[in-house]
C-alpha cells in the first residue's frame, strides 16, 4: 500500500503531494531493507558485512579477504569450543568447518593420553590450508597434556569397471588388526 493512498483525495490529486508521498515511500522501504540487512548481522549464519565484528569478538584476527563461508567457520568453532572440554564438544568444532556431525568422531585413548579425531566418508583427505585450521582449533581448545592425531576414513570407494560386458564394484573395507601368536 502506498502512503499517498492513506491520505485524502484532494491531497492525491495534487502533483507535489504525491511526489512528496512518492519519494517518503521509497525512504520507508529503504529503511525495511536496512533494517532486515541490519538484523541479519546478529547471527553468523547470515552475517555478511558484520563478520569483521564477528571476528574481532571471538578473538580472531580480522580478514575480510577470505571467503564469507571460511570466516563464518572459523567464528562458529570458536563459538562452540568455549567452556569444558570434552570428545562431543572437538567433534563439534571440528564439524563447524563444514562437517555433517555424522562424518566426525573422536577415539579416545585415556592410557595414552591421546585422542584422535577420525573424518569419515570423504571423498579424499583435506587441503593443507583446511588441516591447518582444523589443527589449530582442536590445539586451542584442547587440554595441553592430551596428544592427538587427524585419521581420515575414505568414503566407500565405488567405482564401475566395465570387463567383458558386467560390472564391478570395489570397496575399501578396513580390516581388524591381526594377533600375534
Not at 502533483?15 to 546478529?42: F, I, K, M, N, Y
Not at 591421546?114 to 587441503?127: D, K, N, R
Not at 560390472?167 to 588388526?177: D, G, K, Q, V, Y
Amino acid at each position: 500500500m502506498q502512503l499517498i493512498e492513506m491520505l485524502p483525495r484532494y491531497y492525491q490529486l495534487s502533483p507535489p503531494v504525491a511526489e512528496l508521498e512518492r519519494v517518503l515511500g521509497l525512504q520507508v522501504e529503504a529503511l525495511g531493507v536496512s533494517e532486515s540487512d541490519t538484523l541479519d548481522q546478529l547471527w553468523v549464519d547470515t552475517a555478511t558485512w558484520g563478520l569483521s565484528l564477528w571476528e574481532a569478538w571471538v578473538g580472531l584476527p580480522v580478514d575480510g579477504t577470505g571467503p564469507n563461508s571460511a570466516r563464518r567457520s572459523k567464528i562458529l568453532s570458536r563459538l562452540r569450543g568455549q567452556g569444558t572440554t570434552t570428545a562431543a564438544k572437538i567433534a563439534a568444532v571440528v564439524a563447524a568447518f563444514g562437517f555433517d556431525a555424522g562424518q566426525v568422531r573422536v577415539e579416545e585413548a585415556p592410557e595414552d593420553y591421546a585422542f584422535q579425531v577420525v573424518l569419515s566418508g570423504l571423498a579424499a583427505p583435506l587441503e593443507a590450508a583446511d588441516a591447518a585450521e582444523i589443527q589449530a582449533a582442536v590445539d586451542e581448545i584442547k587440554p595441553a597434556h592430551l596428544s592427538w592425531s587427524l585419521a581420515y576414513e575414505m568414503a566407500e570407494l565405488s567405482a564401475a569397471v566395465r570387463l567383458g560386458g558386467t560390472f564391478w564394484t570395489i570397496r575399501e573395507t578396513a580390516l581388524p588388526a591381526m594377533q600375534e601368536g
